[in-house]
């Protein structure tokens, strides 16, 4: 790793990494204090009267629990479309800005590897998503703790964040294997972008049930166990060893990519 290349990434994406750290705890504490069991029971009046809309988003189910409550209304939509936007920011800023700005002919002209550089790239991204959600559940865990003691499954919550930041290690490693792959920002966004966003339209299509519920398999968001998980069903390592596998697979296809590509800067 390269630290005067890794401390001046984190930097760059420190200020968007305040934004959405802020706009997801805002959600994250206004869904717990919202959490009230007859809350709950007319919520469910309104995903009978809005069914389409409501399952879209995953807000779906009775929370019969503080942690089935905020699984339901923030791990369906919220802890996953905001990281989403956060990875796709960090591709570009990391390595697609620096292509076409020319910056990384300064890089490539140091006596630095190409291996070295895009994984310096990788590992400051991938801290930077670990950051993010860890600080988030601390948020979740404190205001948890503070407006309803003792009624969070600490356990659980852990175990649902980490299955969260494997997910979204693999949105990374498709954003990082597109940005390794093009050489202009719009076919960087088309893919890089556009597959993520992708995925996660066909899984609020599959969330609508009937005849797009197989839409699930075509759809990488499916592969987050987050039911299983606060149900307590044995079996959601298998998915999370998935996960794993696909992030590790598309971050070695980047930066093989990468080391090989001809970059004409």
Not at 189 to 217: C, H, R, T, V, W
């Amino acid at each position: 790793m390269i630290f005067p290349l890794f401390k001046r990434n984190i930097g760059s994406g420190i200020k968007v990494f305040m934004i959405l750290f802020a706009v997801i705890c805002m959600y994250t504490t206004i869904i717990i204090y919202m959490y009230n069991p007859e809350l709950s029971e007319m919520l469910s009046d309104y995903q009978k009267a809005l069914p389409g809309m409501m399952s879209a988003v995953g807000m779906t189910g009775i929370a019969s629990n503080l942690l089935e409550w905020i699984q339901i209304y923030l791990y369906g939509f919220i802890m996953t479309l905001f990281p989403m936007v956060f990875a796709i920011i960090l591709g570009n800023k990391l390595v697609m800005n620096d292509i076409n700005q020319g910056s990384m002919a300064n890089l490539l002209s140091s006596p630095y590897s190409r291996f070295r550089i895009i994984l310096t790239q990788v590992i400051s991204a991938v801290l930077l998503m670990f950051l993010l959600l860890a600080a988030v559940t601390a948020v979740g865990i404190a205001s948890s703790r503070i407006m309803f003691p003792e009624a969070l499954d600490l356990s659980r919550y852990l175990q649902l964040n980490g299955s969260l930041f494997l997910l979204q290690l693999i949105i990374l490693g498709i954003v990082f294997f597109a940005a390794c792959l093009c050489s202009e920002s719009r076919y960087y966004y088309s893919f890089g972008a556009g597959i993520p966003i992708l995925f996660f339209l066909l899984q609020m299509l599959s969330n609508m049930g009937d005849k797009l519920e197989n839409l699930k398999y075509a759809t990488i968001f499916t592969l987050f166990p987050a039911k299983d998980i606060v149900q307590g069903i044995e079996g959601y390592w298998t998915s999370n060893a998935a996960m794993a596998c696909i992030a590790l697979a598309l971050f070695a296809a980047g930066i093989f990519r990468f080391c090989r590509r001809d970059l004409s800067l």
